[in-house]
């Protein structure tokens, strides 16, 4: 029974962290209609400003209580003010640009703050201080508990009665509400929106760096946070509705409480099976987000979104056709690469191989967020299922190669009819968030399966076959593959049923009053792109012969995005030279430089600004206007 | 024959009556107006028809079936064509284009991966433009028309499916006078030729006088009087909830 209390009562405290940041998020969210990849990132950077705050003011003796706080707050602060700075220099010039694009520059904002805090304090974990006058425990139902954690229960209804107050009895919070209802009136109405964005996006990292900065008795303050709790962030603001901040209250506690109830159950034996529930909060997450948005799909709180017009530019142009030229390209660079392997050596030869895998996850991606218009955050799960498919098919059941490269696809297209199914009956951020819980569930699997998928270790020894073994031979077999899938993509995109995507697309509206069932056809794009993914996950798993759990996390979704995004969506060449030059920036740049993610995030970010439509995107459009 | 058999259905939002046991039919190749203020229901009326809405009470058979739990692809499937106040069509085609998916959906043709779509019912598409005027716009972006260009393409999308009732939501909003009175006048030329069933809604009262075999006159979600046009123009109520009293005097 105590334990049951305690477990509640840090369920609660975790509830209190989690709403600060997704308060943040959300806020910005409503009122910019961006969704901050960052606000993971600004978090870190408010612990790591804590520790050093605290650390300076304490001035090596101890910790008193005005270094302590002060430490804190100024640490949230500048995380407020590095905020305002970020929306000044980078997302201002964005707003106009597709929402993808705007996802895009707050994830080089990520790589860019990373590096940051690498550079700064260093890759081991930083531990800081106790609350001066909070360090003890009270004891509850005879068992202890922390003190500051009583504190911070207590922050999170305070800060939402704060916040409250803000938005309900101030002007400024008169116009936030106003702007987050509706952008263009309010505009039309004369409000200074440069002023309010900017204003906003600081009170949204300022409580970020905040819930960080409180982190620091807790937790040590660790490089990789960002992540874990970006995702965390992103599952509570959707649940709670984007834009409602006490439906970010009311999904904080849901989501904390779910968490600590695992932990608290901890493992659970069923049909012979262990499960250790403790190890799979982030599955248990995922699902009563997926619970969430099925029966609500605009989260507890949220309603609809207005939909924003059309910005200028976004417009879908007329998909290129190939023109003589353009299949003459095309065939030059296929005739090239068939003639590689005679001049390259080793190593230019494996990266080709990367880049031929990786276009072809970036077009099945292309595939659903282009012509079919969904965003998909968790493309990964289909290149790694494809490729742990083929992984166990060959280690596990003892099938050859050959068969095992074709069982991958399957497992994926399966999962892809699965989560599928659930993710069209979502549009937009929800929808793009759901492919991003299924994601994480199917990672969450792999990584806790041991006994099947080898966990974190992964599975090695996934050879090709004796006569695919040389080097050379899987070039060709990649080559051909890749190029085939490729091929037959985009004659898909222009066949009726790609037709019948875009469609959907343009208008669902008109879709279905000329008789086309959205939903299955939308449900059927994911069938393809899970697929093509697939076969690219095998390809990948038999050129490395291993793979870990990586290939279906968080990052790799990410890159396929950021491929498909420097490519440019409104073009089918796009995601191939995305692929090409990701694929290849990643290795120039690890190899020589120790900070290549700031340099890639600097790089993104410079191509956000300057091309809006993507390298090809921009291109052709320069043609057109040339001609 | 009845096309359209419409009983009793009421909508309500959120406690507010939209539609209050609404009532009427309407007959194979018989083109009927629906007006009334704004707010009387017309456009919600249309929404329950074409399946994107749930109508609280009543039912909706189209040539005896009933529609009125079924969803809006099936309804559409079934010989219905909608056009919407404000003009939907797929923005990233071409006009022949957007003619040439409806006929492919209207055939089940959509479900093939491998043929080229843009050499599929081509000639139909450009039949079916010649019709409405806008051959010489066949091969022109969506998204580069004129909003009055846009209606028609809509139209050509709607009648591509060879509907025998078409629903057409205030079908002249946003043209200039002219282009009205062209447009419906084609679409009374179309129905004659085709027995296509016609239910518009429309605030140009020279529009809908021209053209209804009969009127429907909504207000605050009841139908307050129908029939012929002329026996509309005298009835007191119409007058009095709509018309005004200006329009009355032949």
């Known amino acids: 029974m105590s334990s049951i209390v305690l477990q509640f009562l840090n369920g609660l405290t975790s509830a209190s962290t989690l709403f600060l940041v997704a308060a943040g998020l959300s806020l910005i969210f409503g009122i910019t209609r961006v969704l901050n990849f960052a606000h993971g990132s600004l978090y870190m950077l408010g612990i790591y400003l804590a520790y050093s705050a605290i650390g300076v003011f304490a001035g090596g003796g101890g910790v008193t209580h005005a270094a302590f706080w002060g430490g804190i707050l100024i640490a949230a602060t500048v995380v407020g003010i590095v905020g305002a700075l970020l929306e000044v220099t980078v997302l201002r010039r964005v707003y106009r640009s597709p929402e993808l694009f705007q996802l895009l520059a707050t994830f080089a904002v990520v790589l860019l703050a990373k590096d940051l805090v690498l550079w700064l304090w260093g890759p081991e974990d930083l531990l800081g201080p106790r609350a001066p006058g909070l360090g003890g425990a009270v004891e509850i139902l005879g068992s202890p508990f922390p003190e500051y954690d009583l504190f911070l229960i207590a922050v999170g209804p305070l800060i939402l009665g704060l916040l409250w107050l803000l938005l309900h009895a101030t002007r400024w919070g008169l116009l936030i509400r106003a702007a987050t209802q509706d952008r263009e009136m309010a505009a039309a109405l004369g409000i200074n929106q440069k002023l309010l964005f900017t204003s906003a996006f600081a009170l949204g990292a300022f409580l970020a760096g905040l819930g960080g900065a409180l982190q620091i008795p807790r937790e040590p303050a660790q490089h990789f946070l960002d992540f874990t709790v970006i995702v965390d962030a992103f599952v509570v603001v959707v649940v709670g509705g984007m834009g409602s901040i006490p439906g970010a209250f009311l999904a904080a506690l849901l989501i904390g409480e779910v968490k600590a109830l695992c932990i608290g159950i901890g493992d659970v034996g069923a049909f012979g099976f262990s499960i250790s529930l403790p190890k799979l909060t982030l599955v248990v997450e995922s699902l009563v987000m997926a619970a969430v948005l099925i029966f609500r799909p605009w989260g507890l709180m949220g309603r609809a979104l207005a939909v924003l017009p059309d910005p200028a530019g976004a417009r879908q142009a007329l998909l290129e056709k190939s023109t003589p030229r353009m299949r003459m390209a095309g065939i030059a660079i296929i005739a090239g690469l068939a003639v590689t392997p005679a001049f390259a050596n080793e190593y230019s030869l494996v990266l080709i191989i990367d880049i031929l895998i990786f276009a072809l996850f970036a077009s099945s991606l292309h595939f659903l967020m282009g012509p079919s218009g969904m965003a998909s955050f968790g493309h990964a799960a289909y290149f790694g299922l494809g490729a742990y498919g083929a992984a166990l098919a060959f280690k596990h059941a003892g099938f050859p190669m050959e068969i095992s490269i074709v069982i991958g696809p399957v497992i994926a297209t399966i999962a892809a009819l699965a989560f599928g199914w659930f993710c069209v009956r979502l549009s937009g951020v929800y929808l793009a968030m759901l492919t991003l819980a299924f994601a994480q569930i199917a990672w969450s699997v792999v990584y806790q399966w041991d006994s099947l998928t080898g966990g974190s270790n992964g599975i090695v020894g996934v050879w090709p076959a004796p006569w695919l073994s040389g080097r050379v031979a899987y070039f060709y077999l990649v080559l051909v593959l890749c190029g085939a899938a490729i091929g037959v993509l985009r004659r898909i995109v222009f066949s009726p049923f790609g037709y019948a995507l875009r469609a959907c697309r343009d208008s669902p509206l008109r879709a279905a009053a000329i008789g086309i069932d959205v939903r299955r056809f939308q449900w059927m794009a994911f069938l393809v792109a899970g697929g093509f993914a697939g076969l690219a996950g095998a390809l990948f798993a038999f050129s490395k012969g291993s793979i870990s759990p990586e290939v279906l996390a968080i990052g790799q979704s990410v890159d396929g995005l950021v491929m498909v995004l420097l490519g440019g969506v409104q073009t089918l060449s796009g995601p191939l030279v995305g692929a090409a030059v990701l694929t290849w920036l990643q290795e120039l740049v690890a190899r020589h430089i120790d900070y290549w993610r700031a340099l890639l995030g600097l790089i993104i970010i410079v191509l956000v600004v300057a091309f809006p439509a993507g390298i090809v995107g921009q291109l052709s459009s320069r043609r057109r206007t040339a001609e | ?250």
Request: proline content about 3%; some cysteine; hydrophobic content about 45%.
């Open chain 2, 1 to 250: 024959m009845t096309i359209l058999r419409v009983e009793g259905i009421s909508k309500s939002y959120s406690g507010a009556l939209v539609l209050d046991d609404l009532s009427f039919e309407l007959e194979a190749g018989e083109i009927i107006a629906m007006i009334g203020p704004n707010g009387a229901g017309k456009t919600t009326c249309f929404n329950i028809l074409d399946g994107q809405l749930r109508a609280d009470r009543g039912q909706v058979f189209f040539a005896d079936t009933r529609i009125s739990s079924m969803e809006t692809h099936e309804i559409l499937r079934l010989g219905v064509g909608r056009t919407f106040q404000i003009a939907a069509t797929f923005h990233s085609f071409t006009v022949a284009e957007n003619v040439q998916i409806a006929l492919l959906a209207n055939r089940g043709l959509l479900w093939n991966l491998h043929s080229a779509a843009r050499d599929l019912c081509r000639d139909e598409a450009q039949r079916m433009l010649e019709r409405l005027g806008m051959l010489a716009q066949a091969a022109q972006s969506c998204s580069a028309l004129s909003y009055g260009d846009l209606k028609r393409v809509e139209l050509a999308i709607a009648l591509a499916g060879h509907p025998r009732l078409l629903l057409m939501d205030e079908p002249t909003a946003g043209m200039a006078p002219r282009e009205r009175l062209e447009l419906m006048a084609l679409v009374a030329r179309l129905a004659r030729e085709r027995e296509l069933s016609v239910l518009f809604t429309e605030h140009d009262m020279d529009i809908v006088f021209a053209h209804a075999d009969r009127i429907l006159l909504l207000e605050q979600g009841r139908l307050i009087c129908q029939g012929a046009p002329a026996e509309v123009r005298a009835d007191p109520r119409a007058r009095r909830a709509y018309l005004g009293h200006d329009l009355g005097a032949p």
